[in-house]
């Protein structure tokens, strides 16, 4: 489960591109759900142990078997705008 601890924003989200039908319109499980089960989606991360890692980490804990990852995310980018090319 994730904590909100209060006094520290910040934003997170899952980047797609407009009017992909995976992800358009869905809410964080569904697009989740999509990102883990279609065998052509790739998911990367940032390196483990930054804040976006952890959060990332623990949803898909709730949504996959222990050590299961979706395609890609072993994929490190060095920088945010790297996880984003």
């Keep these: 489960s994730l904590d909100l601890i209060t006094g520290y924003r910040r934003s997170q989200c899952l980047v797609f591109r407009p009017g992909d039908s995976r992800f358009a319109g869905r809410s964080l499980d569904e697009a ?3 990102a883990t089960t279609d065998p052509d989606c790739r ?3 940032r390196n483990g142990g930054s804040g976006t890692r952890i959060v990332i980490d623990q949803l ?3 949504q996959l078997q222990a050590g299961q990852r ?5 994929v490190q980018p060095k920088s ?6």
């Design 32 to 34: 989740l759900q999509a």
């Design 80 to 85: 945010h705008n790297a996880v984003a090319a």
């Design 60 to 62: 898909l804990a709730d």
């Design 70 to 74: 979706p395609p890609g995310y072993a």
């Design 43 to 45: 998911m990367v991360c």
